[in-house]
């Protein structure tokens, strides 16, 4: 026990370390490791801990270089509670579709919102575990971009969250720190294709460590649909 806390021995023997040294080796995302070793280790006639699944690589791309489309889209302001027009003359509805979670904005906040010119959009968000029943016009494969920004957390391993569509795993373990580039208030995208058969689009998202969130959700397509009806007007 350390501080009247019960800990693993690696944690403990972070703990112990110099102030300086534990700074260096949080950086470094010693201490996260230290911590999921002891989250993982199985206690005495427990069941060992399920396999994580594996999913796509999470790649963002900064909001400012995500490149504007001519596929109709579905734009909610998630946590907003007024709707919003983006720079492309866009309008994004109040939040809505969703289930569960909390809300929260900082519209008066003064610091700025890298890579984005919208910077109501990355002001808001929602939080915790809770997911967006999306209605769609029709069945096909739409892209699905998650427009995030971390407004809160200031360790790069402070927040962790696995985002599934369709009720199947699509990002696990989600830092917006690290997609970040390292830094908090920068404007990220995470995008996908998903192939939608009911006319409903589910997106979840589930806390591992700290919540869950999104700032925006926005659907293109049917990518299919509009690739067939542009190569039979050509």
Known sequence: RYNGKTMCIPELYYWCMPEETRELAKKAGLLYCMQLFCREASEPGSAPSQPRPETALIEALPADELPPSNFPA?????????????????????????????????????TPIAR????????????????????????????????????????????LFDVKMQGKSVFTDVNLCSLGFGQKFTALTIQTSQEVLVGTLVNEFVSQKNNAKVSGIEIRGPIDQSREASNDVG
């Open 74 to 110: 579905i734009l909610i302001n998630c946590g907003g509670w007024r709707p919003y027009t983006d720079v492309q003359g866009r309008t994004w509805h109040v939040d809505t579709y969703y289930q569960g979670g909390n809300t929260e904005n900082y519209y008066n906040f003064d």
């Open 116 to 159: 984005t010119a919208d910077q109501e959009l990355y002001k808001s968000e929602r939080w915790g575990d809770f997911r967006y029943t999306i209605p769609l016009a029709s069945n096909g494969t739409y892209q699905v971009i998650l427009h995030q920004s971390e407004l809160f957390i200031n360790d790069s391993d402070g927040r």
